[in-house]
């Protein structure tokens, strides 16, 4: 596998069966022909150009997004992308999402998707070209309407001047929708930007403060039933039969179903619902599922990472070399499930009408749902049109290959022949869905020669595939889920090593797994930093030195490394009381480092003050952006390491709702201080790469507090029992 191409994969976002796809910025007859039909009624737009852009006749630009607006700021950031080369207000421009099309299909993974912090860069050239293409279309049809040569054009917030002539885009929008498409055309020049590199504050926050901004937990409509689903209490468990009359008698129920996955009843409203299926009485066939079991798993990982899996890696002779190491170091770390946990729990709505479906819900691949839904209904994929609304979260839970939650709906309206229902899942429901982040054990043992540097280095990882089963399971090569070993393969850490040896197990049960925000990266730093760590005390070295020492050929990581460190002062004094940790990792094509500074509560409990990051991301289009997603990375990051954990017993999941799945509040927040490294290097994604350092950044700092190793999460339960 290339570097390229192992870069690509180990983004953890999907890729289908390898292909690739190149681009271009379509034509304006061809796809200015297309877009109203595809986009819907374009408040009187003269000029499509592309299917990114349209410009109407009362000078409204008009932006539509080939990728999902979950929080992470790409409404604003795609935006800027099309202003800087279309020369208007940014801040003017009104966005939509995109439907399911073709021209929306990512441009390296083949499929419309939001994943793989993935799509600034990936949209980076293609809204650019956009926004150049059309502007060169209206400077022609200024140049023909002012009687001057194109060259003699300016453009400037949205209007076209030449000497003392001038006309804004609206009025030239139809003549420039005349014109023939033109073929590359020159983008700005770096040194010319406006928007690009500089801060500009979210698009989407308005209409977020004053509600406009719509979720799919928002949409009503007239005649709507809303449905909720009683779900097998264990995964793989099948209805046997089902009582539904006191749920019938409930008022404002007007239908119980069974469907595959559970008996949803549809009523009036949600509380009615809710209160329908409280009163159902149904007996499962639970099945094998049953047996699962969070601590009998974890003893049955410990005895597979006994012995050598799959290879996943492998260098020399690493059993030779291990026994010629002057010292060596052997850890285990474990890793629970772990829910997505959004703000907003899942829910779409449906209407069939006239031979047409059309849905709205807030997904990350919604072409993937256009096509399931179409199977379940027995429509063709093109008489249906998803709408995809803004996202209350999402991180990887709204892309899932089965498209789970869209068919789920689709059964329903299916079953009961309604022509509009909204599917809602309670926070019970998110909480004990499914899909979770695997549960993953690491065992590590490293050599040390007389220096106190790694020279052998044998690690095994045990956890459920994310690809196995699914429609992308061709990308398991050689047995290998790339997201299971990300983070360590390919870590400079375990590259420099000569005599090396990363083996897999990819054991199965009934618990439905997922790609989690970060993917693979959500365990791999832990066990990478938090052990490089350990090698560091072992060598009697200060860990920032040991980090600098073996990274030397690594400058990317070594940039994040030492900003962070500068700003965060490492080395110098802290009030009494307070420890640090660090930690570095490469993810998505990012560098992040993170500098974490705790102390202890009474009961021994970590309380985080301060994290100083620093990051390499090569461009940071909008840097206010790219702050605003470390951050909230960290704070991610921060639920994960002190709380996070999903267990089962008997096949149920144990936890339900916020009391008993925690995610971090705003006294778990600490002080943030972003740093963004001046790079030139390749763009990488700024969504995902601020969770996986800091767990490890927090475990190092309570080994500087206390002496004690934190190496089973999370933090604040079972590993201060470590």
């Known amino acids: 596998m290339n570097a390229g191409r192992r870069n690509f994969l180990k983004t953890g976002a999907v890729l289908t069966s390898g292909l690739l796809i190149s681009f271009s910025v379509p034509g304006a007859k061809k796809l200015g022909a297309a877009a109203p039909s595809m986009l819907g009624p374009q408040s009187g737009a003269a000029f499509a150009p592309n299917a990114y852009l349209n410009i109407t006749a009362d000078n409204e630009v008009l932006v539509y997004l080939a990728h999902a607006e979950m929080g992470q700021g790409i409404w604003t950031t795609l935006s800027m992308m099309i202003a800087e080369e279309l020369d208007v207000d940014v801040n003017k421009m009104v966005v939509q999402h995109g439907d399911a099309w073709q021209p929306y299909n990512h441009t390296m993974f083949g499929i419309q998707i939001t994943g793989g912090s993935s799509t600034t860069w990936s949209e980076f050239d ?35 001047t030449a000497g003392d002539k001038s006309a804004t885009y609206g009025e030239l929008a139809t003549a420039a929708a005349a014109l023939p498409a033109p073929g590359d055309v020159p983008l700005k020049d770096p040194k010319n930007w406006k928007y690009i590199g500089k801060g500009v504050k979210r698009l989407d926050t308005p209409a977020k403060i004053n509600g406009t901004a719509k979720f799919g937990m928002d949409m009503q409509f007239p005649g709507m039933l809303t449905a909720v689903v009683l779900h097998a209490p264990v995964f793989g468990a099948k209805v046997k039969t089902v ?34 299926r409280a009163a159902l009485k149904v007996d499962w066939d639970l099945g094998s599922g049953v047996k699962v079991d969070s601590a009998t798993m974890l003893a049955e990982y410990r005895q597979l990472a006994q012995k050598p899996g799959t290879q996943a890696g492998k260098a020399g002779d690493v059993d030779s070399a291990m026994s010629k190491a002057v010292k060596t170091v052997e850890a285990e770390y474990t890793f629970p499930y772990l829910a997505h946990a959004a703000m907003e729990p899942l829910n779409v709505t449906i209407q069939l009408k006239d031979g047409k479906c059309e849905i709205w819900t807030g997904t990350q691949m919604p072409g993937l749902d256009q096509g399931a839904a179409a199977k379940v209904l027995g429509l063709k994929p093109d008489q249906i049109r998803v709408n995809t609304v803004f996202l209350g979260g999402g991180f990887g839970r709204r892309a899932t290959p089965a498209s789970d939650f869209v068919v789920e709906a689709a059964e329903i309206v299916k079953a009961s022949g309604k022509p509009l229902v909204k599917m809602v899942w309670s926070r019970e429901d998110d909480v004990r869905g ?50 299971s070993v990300e983070g360590v393969v390919d870590s400079p850490y375990v590259e420099a090593i000569p005599d090396r040896l990363v083996t897999l197990h990819s054991p199965k049960n009934e618990v439905p797994v997922l790609w989690w925000r970060s993917v693979g990266h959500t365990h791999t730093a832990m066990a990478m930093e938090a052990m490089i760590d350990e090698l560091a005390h072992a060598a009697g070295k200060d860990p920032l030195a040991y980090r600098q020492e073996l990274l030397k050929s690594s400058p990317r990581h070594l940039a994040a490394l030492n900003l962070a460190a500068e700003k965060a002062g490492w080395g110098k004094p802290l009030p009494a009381g307070r420890f640090r940790g660090i930690a570095v990792h490469e993810s998505f094509l990012s560098y992040v480092a993170h500098v974490a500074e705790i102390s202890l509560n009474e009961d021994g409990t970590i309380k985080i003050h301060r994290v100083v990051s620093a990051i390499d991301c090569g461009l940071a289009v909008n840097p206010d952006g790219v702050k605003a997603q470390i951050e909230s990375g960290i704070n991610f990051g921060v639920a994960a390491a002190l709380h996070g954990e999903i267990t089962l017993e008997k096949g149920r999941v144990k936890q339900g709702n916020f009391n008993d799945y925690v995610v971090a509040r705003m006294f778990d927040t600490p002080d943030i201080e972003v740093h963004i490294v001046e790079s030139t290097s390749k763009m990488g994604g700024v969504g995902e790469p601020g969770v996986p350092p800091v767990a490890p950044a927090i475990a190092n700092a309570y080994f500087a507090a206390t002496g004690k190793r934190l190496r089973h999460m999370p933090f604040n339960k079972a590993g201060l029992s470590a």
Not at 144 to 155: E, L, R, S
Request: hydrophobic content about 45%; overall charge positive.
């Open 126 to 160: 293609r809204y650019r070209k956009a926004g150049a293409t059309a502007r060169a279309l209206l400077v022609q049809a200024a140049a023909q309407k002012f009687g001057v040569n194109p060259a003699d054009c300016k453009t400037e917030n949205g209007v076209v």
């Open 243 to 276: 009582d539904a009359a006191k749920a019938k008698a409930i008022p404002g129920v007007r239908q119980v179903v069974q469907i595959p996955t559970g008996v949803a009843v549809l009523a009036d409203n949600y509380w009615a619902a809710k209160k329908g």
């Open 434 to 483: 499914g899909y979770y982040r695997p549960a993953f054990l690491h065992k590590i043992t490293a050599g040390l020669n007389a220096q106190g540097l790694p020279i052998a280095w044998k690690h095994t990882i045990v956890g459920q595939s994310i690809m196995d089963g699914t429609l992308f399971a061709s990308m398991i090569k050689d047995g290998i889920d790339a997201a």
